[in-house]
């Protein structure tokens, strides 16, 4: 951890292993900041009781956290470098949380599309006050470190807008304590799962990093194709088959187009192709399901890393809490 180098704030729900669509569209990347940043990574873990309404208990959240955070050691994050903690041991989340839920109005919470989204999608009657703070809480998290930069992908760009919309709201009404954060675009690849629709751990479609090679294999082989190449000899069109997205995420040129040619000119079967895509992945998922493995053996070793990143991010917090209580005075 470099004092100097510039801020990075993000955090995930704890919803236990990770697949390939996490770490593609947002783990790998993690990593791979660490190199440049002071990077502040949390287990979102009161952000992961918003949806839940009654069936709260049917969610093991420690267990959750400790299977997460071995896929975050095991694909590379060093807590050494990066600070890694768990929100609800930072209690001061909670305090900045209220403070800034003064100055938001709750039409701008409303208007937030992923609200709606999840509304919807979830059959929710009565959302939970929760659910409908659940930027406010995010707005928290992110000033809380002055954070410079909040990695993210497109569609949560309105959730940095509103971060940096609360700032000023807050600075305007007690005084300038944040500066507004930016939002880093990550650009995330179109990761399908196993039947051809977006891998989500919902759709029981995902590849996870913690899978043995033996199991990734029994996965990518019944793999959805292009669903117009029924027969070996019929021709097939890989910009249309999500074992192809699989190759351009895994697969060197020179292999990825003899995939490509050897499908439309049906010199090549489907499992031929998803061999060659197995070539690939195995040597790039092999290195970090080990040390995921590694990891996960020693759960007490994950807690204490955790526990250990809290302290540390505690101290910021607490220091963020000094400046944020000296302009809002509520005590004599
Ligand atoms: S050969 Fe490969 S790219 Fe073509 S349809 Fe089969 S699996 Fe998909």
């Known amino acids: 951890m470099t004092a100097s180098r510039e801020r ?25 900041m660490q190199d440049r940043f002071d990077c502040f990574y949390f287990v979102a873990n009161w952000h992961a009781l918003t949806t839940l309404e009654d069936n709260v208990r049917e969610v093991d959240v420690p267990v959750n956290t400790v299977e997460m955070v071995a896929d975050w050691l095991g694909a590379g994050l060093d807590p050494e470098r990066s600070t890694l903690f768990i929100q609800s041991l930072v209690p001061e989340h909670a305090e900045l949380y209220t403070l ?58 309105p959730h940095v807008e509103l971060t ?19 939002a880093k675009l990550t650009e995330i690849p179109k990761v399908p799962g196993t039947d051809g629709r977006k891998m989500s751990k ?34 097939g069109n890989p910009d249309v088959c999500p074992v192809f997205d699989l190759h351009r995420i895994f697969t060197p040129s020179g292999d990825r187009e003899w995939a490509a040619t050897g499908c439309r000119t049906a010199g090549i079967g489907c499992l031929d192709c998803k061999g060659k895509l197995l070539e690939h992945m195995e040597p790039a998922l092999a290195p970090i399901r080990e040390r995921r493995r590694q990891f996960a053996e020693k759960p007490d070793l994950i807690v204490d890393v955790l526990h250990e990143g809290s302290r540390r991010a505690r101290r910021v917090a607490q220091t963020t809490m000094e400046a944020v209580r000296r302009v809002a005075p509520l005590t004599p």
């Open 164 to 182: 940096r919309e609360v700032a000023r709201r807050f600075n305007h009404a007690f005084g300038e304590v944040f500066p507004e954060p930016q």
């Open 100 to 157: 800034l839920s003064m100055v938001t109005p709750v039409s701008w919470l409303e208007r937030v599309p992923t609200y709606k989204e999840m509304v919807e999608q979830l059959g929710l009657e009565s959302p939970s006050l929760g659910l409908l703070g659940y930027p406010v809480l995010q707005s928290a998290d992110i000033l809380m470190y002055q954070a410079r930069w909040v990695p993210v992908g497109i569609d949560q760009v």
């Open 202 to 235: 919902s759709y029981g479609n995902a590849i996870y990093l913690s899978d043995s090679a033996e199991t990734v294999r029994e996965k990518v082989r019944p793999m959805t194709t292009d669903p117009a190449r029924k027969r070996r000899a019929d021709p």
């Open 8 to 32: 990075v704030l993000s955090g995930m729900r704890p919803t236990g292993k990770l697949h390939l669509g996490n770490y593609l569209g947002a783990l790998d990347n993690w990593v791979r």
